[in-house]
Each structure stands twice: as structure tokens, then as C-alpha cells.
């Protein structure tokens, strides 16, 4: 009964890194942690658990060899949950997908979280400015709630 009045009461974003420069982390936590936008008084919580998640934020470009590890996450997720790509790598795989030639990168990238997990919320940018992240966050907020 805890955990369904908890996850009635307040968001939890997972966060989930899977490569690249890791700026989009940085604003991801920026926009939920800081004391500047302060998410967390309107219950917005980063969370580490995907069984307590209603958010999963992936960042990054997915690599062949985290794209299992993402689908176990996003498996163990309860429903309703909802994916966002963060920032340019997590759309598209952002300059990490044209890395080619000698490098041998190209052939271990996949891509965009599309590739792996179905994206319900795109926020492209290199990276992201947190206001950005709060309105998508707030835009899903109904979503979650069941009014849509």
C-alpha cells in the first residue's frame, strides 16, 4: 500500500547514462536537484531504483554493448512509465554516430534510445537546458496521473 500512495503522491525520474560527453546528466541533476530550480518541493525525486521509476531519462548515445542492460531496465520498470531521450546523443546518437573509419566506432554505436526502447518524449539539444527538462517533465505529469 506504501508504494502505490508514494507513487500516486510524487514523480521519480531514473536516470540512465549510456555514453557520450555526460552533460546531459549534468542538467539533468541540475534541473531536479539544484536549490536554483528546486523540483524536489514539487516532488519531482531522482531516483536509482527502475522499480520505483515512473520516468526513465536516458542520455547519451546507446552503445551495442548497454543496449541490453537499457532494455533490463526498462523491463523492470512498472507501468505507466514513460522514456525521455536527453539531449542530441539520446535522439539521434548526436556525433558519436558519424565516428567512423579507423575508429571502428560506428559499427558499436545503435544510435538513439528509439533503437532499443520505445521514446515517449524527445528533448534535443546539446545539452538540454533544464527549463527544457521541467517542461517535459511537467507535460508528462498528466500522463503518469491518469488524466490523459
Known amino acids: 500500500m506504501f508504494k502505490e500512495v508514494s507513487r500516486k503522491n510524487a514523480v521519480h525520474i531514473m536516470l540512465v547514462y549510456t555514453g557520450g560527453c555526460n552533460g546531459c546528466d549534468i542538467e539533468v ?8 530550480y528546486d523540483l ?4 519531482v525525486i531522482l531516483t536509482w531504483n527502475p522499480r520505483e521509476a515512473d ?7 546507446v552503445t551495442r554493448k548497454i543496449a541490453p542492460a537499457l532494455k533490463e531496465i526498462y523491463d523492470a520498470i512498472p507501468e505507466p512509465k514513460l522514456v525521455a531521450a536527453v539531449g542530441a546523443c539520446a535522439v539521434n546518437g548526436g556525433p558519436y ?8 566506432s560506428s559499427d558499436q554505436l545503435l544510435g538513439g534510445v528509439d ?14 537546458r533544464p527549463e527544457d527538462i521541467i517542461q517535459a517533465v511537467a507535460s508528462v505529469i498528466p500522463i503518469l496521473a491518469g488524466m490523459e
Not at 524536489?40 to 516532488?43: I, L, S, T
Request: proline share 15%; aromatic share 4%.
Open 29 to 36: 541533476v541540475n534541473a531536479v536537484l539544484s536549490p536554483f
Open 115 to 128: 533503437k532499443v526502447i520505445p521514446v515517449d518524449a524527445k528533448l534535443p539539444g546539446c545539452p538540454p
Open 55 to 61: 520516468i526513465l531519462a536516458v542520455t547519451g548515445p
Open 97 to 104: 554516430c558519424n565516428l567512423g573509419g579507423d575508429l571502428g
Open 40 to 43: 524536489e518541493q514539487y516532488k
